[in-house]
């Protein structure tokens, strides 16, 4: 997540400089064509014009759609804030001896606690680096220039930014031993931790340590944790619809291709400093749409690891430290701050 007060010339430059390039070579080509005079065709503005009309409003639906699931994937994770802390109080509030006959030691209480809160920080992290798992159609994914680049931007902009946060967040440091590799073996980590979490609840009511309506709280919120993972899954695995994402790629195309057969014979109109002013505004005609086509494509996939996305880990790391305060505990990890202007 960008978190600066605005995105500075320089920061714009490195991230669209190379569209402004080679639409400045294809500008001034064609005009230096027409200036020679070795070509002379001439388009009415009239039907560009409602080219571009027509393509600017399908990439404002793509670019609403697209925002749409970013900012549906951050209610989801401000639910998972909600309902750790939530989940917190109640193993903090609800596991007593006030049901027991057999008292259990305050130490012993307290490892449950430990042990529950831990697991849920755990599933945290798994959740995390599940949804952050490249699917086909993500740009990491593809090849040639793009995939390159979306790796480039991954390493500056995204989650090599935090590589060392990662290091000390690993899933040893919450499971016991004898879960973890199992746990980890499976197919979906984070669903058999959250199960894990029940076996564990429904364990602690046959020793009466929580009664029938705190159990049954508690499975509650656990289902509530489900329900919000599956909503973060979905997100990841439903793209945004290809005839939506690609095709208005296309339709830019299209229009800038046409735009100098138009624009430039009009500017050269005005004389010699037509021929000079016809580039630089050709070129940010169509910078300008190429840019709404790419904010709206980097913008469609909340979790794919760059400066675009949900920032998980300092959600995690928020979540990570009040529930270990609940426990008592005063070393704590350090909140995850923004680098480079970019929170994750």
């Known amino acids: 997540m960008i978190v600066t007060r605005g995105i500075s010339t320089r920061s714009l430059i490195k991230w669209t400089g190379h569209h402004m390039v080679w639409l400045i070579i294809m500008m001034g080509t064609i005009a230096s064509l027409y200036n020679i005079n070795l070509i002379s065709i001439t388009i009415p503005w009239l039907p560009v014009s409602v080219i571009g009309t027509a393509v600017a409003f399908y990439v404002g639906f793509k670019n609403n759609q697209a925002y749409d699931r970013m900012w549906e994937a951050r209610k989801i994770w401000g639910g998972i804030v909600n309902d750790s802390r939530s989940w917190g109080m109640m193993v903090d509030g609800y596991i007593t001896n006030l049901f027991t006959q057999k008292k259990v030691m305050e130490e012993?209480?307290?490892?449950?606690?430990?042990?529950?809160?831990?697991?849920?920080?755990?599933?945290?992290?798994?959740?995390?680096?599940?949804?952050?798992?490249?699917?086909?159609?993500?740009?990491?994914?593809?090849?040639?220039?793009?995939?390159?680049?979306?790796?480039?931007?991954?390493?500056?902009?995204?989650?090599?930014?935090?590589?060392?946060?990662?290091?000390?967040?690993?899933?040893?440091?919450?499971?016991?031993?004898?879960?973890?590799?199992?746990?980890?073996?499976?197919?979906?980590?984070?669903?058999?931790?959250?199960?894990?979490?029940?076996?564990?609840?429904?364990?602690?009511?046959?020793?009466?340590?929580?009664?029938?309506?705190?159990?049954?709280?508690?499975?509650?919120?656990?289902?509530?944790?489900?329900?919000?993972?599956?909503?973060?899954?979905?997100?990841?695995?439903?793209?945004?619809?290809?005839?939506?994402?690609?095709?208005?790629?296309?339709?830019?195309?299209?229009?800038?291709?046409?735009?100098?057969?138009?624009?430039?014979?009009?500017l050269m109109k005005l004389g010699d400093w037509g021929f000079w002013l016809s580039i630089p505004i050709s070129s940010l005609i169509g910078w300008v749409y190429v840019m709404m086509e790419i904010v709206g494509d980097y913008s469609e996939n909340p979790f794919q690891g760059m400066g675009n996305d949900i920032p998980m880990m300092s959600l995690c790391r928020t979540i990570e430290i009040d529930l270990r305060e609940m426990l008592g505990e005063t070393k704590l990890p350090p909140a995850i701050k923004a680098k480079n202007g970019v929170l994750m």
């Open 108 to 266: 012993g209480l307290h490892q449950i606690k430990r042990r529950l809160i831990y697991r849920h920080i755990a599933w945290l992290y798994a959740h995390r680096s599940q949804l952050l798992v490249a699917t086909p159609w993500e740009h990491i994914s593809q090849g040639g220039l793009m995939g390159r680049t979306a790796k480039i931007y991954q390493e500056r902009f995204g989650i090599g930014l935090i590589d060392d946060e990662i290091t000390r967040s690993e899933l040893k440091q919450f499971l016991p031993e004898d879960e973890h590799d199992r746990l980890i073996a499976s197919v979906n980590t984070a669903t058999q931790i959250i199960n894990e979490q029940s076996r564990d609840l429904t364990k602690l009511r046959e020793k009466d340590i929580i009664d029938d309506f705190r159990h049954m709280e508690m499975e509650n919120i656990l289902r509530g944790f489900y329900t919000l993972q599956g909503k973060n899954e979905r997100i990841k695995n439903f793209p945004l619809p290809r005839q939506y994402a690609n095709i208005s790629r296309y339709f830019v195309g299209i229009f800038i291709i046409l735009l100098p057969f138009t624009m430039i014979p009009e």
